[in-house]
């Protein structure tokens, strides 16, 4: 049973930067296409950035294009968001999710879910 932990969330100015990484255990992440979602109270949980497993396809919500990086590192089943200029709206939970899958998407149809790291953005 594949088990998602995020970490790096925290409090930053707006313009700053933070890492978020989602390690796996219990399964290699090799087979794993890997999204990140972020959501906020009364909003539905919204797609941010996603990799297929082999890191060839990269989508990037709108919103963040040109801000956010993200990257993987199969042999320590890992997987960075890496996010710059950062703006209040981009406060929420962050959340990371794997699907098997040579392919991804935005949209939260993923199998397994981390419990989420809080980004927190002050103007």
């Known amino acids: 049973q594949l088990q998602l932990v995020e970490s790096g969330g925290g409090l930053v100015q707006s313009g700053g930067s933070l890492r978020l990484s989602c390690t796996a255990s219990?399964?290699?992440?090799?087979?794993?296409?890997i999204g990140w979602f972020r959501q906020v109270p009364g909003k539905p949980r919204e797609g941010v950035s996603c990799?297929?497993?082999?890191?060839?396809?990269?989508a990037f919500a709108r919103s963040v294009k040109g801000r956010f990086t993200i990257s993987r590192d199969n042999a320590k089943n890992t997987v960075t968001l890496q996010m710059n200029n950062l703006k209040p709206e981009d406060t929420g939970v962050y959340y990371c999710?794997?699907?098997?899958?040579?392919?991804?998407?935005?949209?939260?149809?993923?199998?397994?879910w981390g419990q989420g790291t809080q980004v927190t953005v002050s103007s």
């Open positions: 999710a794997a699907v098997v899958s040579h392919y991804c998407s935005l949209d939260p149809s993923y199998d397994y």
């Open positions: 219990g399964a290699a992440l090799d087979l794993f296409a």
């Open positions: 990799l297929d497993n082999r890191a060839e396809f990269i």
